[in-house]
């Protein structure tokens, strides 16, 4: 499982768009990327997977430039709901079957 | 979509005593099962991972005679903190991975318990 960098903690504001980057400088040929998002006291629910480029959803959108390195969830237009914290986690799809959690990113969206 | 039930949601236990914990999955087989204990402010750590029919992989330093895991059935498995003290206060999530799904991520969480030792 490739290790994986986000910033500890960001605030915004209901109405932005907020964007959260998360580092994997090793990532491996067969990894995917996953985000999950974690209310105070429930279980992580997941968001978003991708491999590469773009992909949406009706909740966020995750970018993924070429070389695989970074990616960035983003969330368009937060409200106060969507504070939480937020997993970035990488993994190959095919070999990977357990879940390593890293600290997360705690967001806290402002009125 | 995929659900994954936890019982009891919070639980109060006194110190010694040992306290049960089952994780269901509702509308799918679930293969594998997760074990996951969590402190305030801090992630998920795994504790072990369970197969149907087979026993438990813990993670390291996870004492697989104090945190019993069964999974008995394709669609339960169950904790049990054994001689239970106030250290193992915490939020246990259990997550149920799709048998029939290939994918990574393709967990699904319950919804976690939280046990307070006294």
């Known amino acids: 499982l490739a290790k994986t960098t986000q910033p500890i903690s960001m605030d915004s504001y209901e109405g932005q768009e907020v964007n959260i980057t998360c580092s994997h400088n090793?990532?491996?040929?067969?990894?995917?990327i996953t985000w999950y998002q974690q209310f105070p006291s429930q279980g992580p629910r997941f968001i978003i997977q991708?491999?590469?480029t773009k992909v949406t959803n009706e909740v966020a959108s995750l970018f993924i430039p070429a070389d695989r390195k970074s990616s960035t969830l983003s969330l368009p237009r937060v409200s106060l709901s969507d504070t939480a914290v937020y997993y970035c986690?990488?993994?190959?799809?095919?070999?990977?079957?357990?879940?390593?959690f890293g600290k997360g990113t705690r967001l806290h969206i402002l009125p | 979509g995929a659900v994954v039930s936890q019982h009891p949601s919070r639980v109060i236990c006194k110190s010694g005593t040992s306290v049960k914990i089952e994780c269901r999955s509702l509308?799918?087989?679930?293969?594998?099962m997760f074990w996951y204990r969590q402190f305030p402010k801090k992630s998920l750590m795994l504790m072990a991972t369970?197969?149907?029919?087979?026993?438990?992989?813990?993670e390291q330093g996870v004492e697989k005679d104090k945190f019993l895991i069964n999974h008995a059935s394709l669609t339960l498995s169950t904790l049990t903190v054994t001689s239970a003290h106030p250290e193992d206060s915490s939020f246990y999530i259990c997550?149920?991975?799709?048998?029939?799904?290939?994918?990574?991520?393709?967990?699904?969480f319950g919804p976690g318990t939280r046990l307070t030792v006294t």
């Open positions: 997550s149920a991975r799709d048998g029939t799904s290939g994918m990574f991520g393709e967990q699904y």
């Open positions: 090793n990532i491996a040929t067969n990894d995917y």
């Open positions: 991708g491999y590469k």
């Open positions: 986690l990488v993994g190959d799809i095919g070999r990977d079957d357990k879940i390593i």
């Open positions: 509308d799918f087989q679930a293969t594998t």
């Open positions: 369970s197969n149907e029919g087979s026993k438990a992989t813990y």
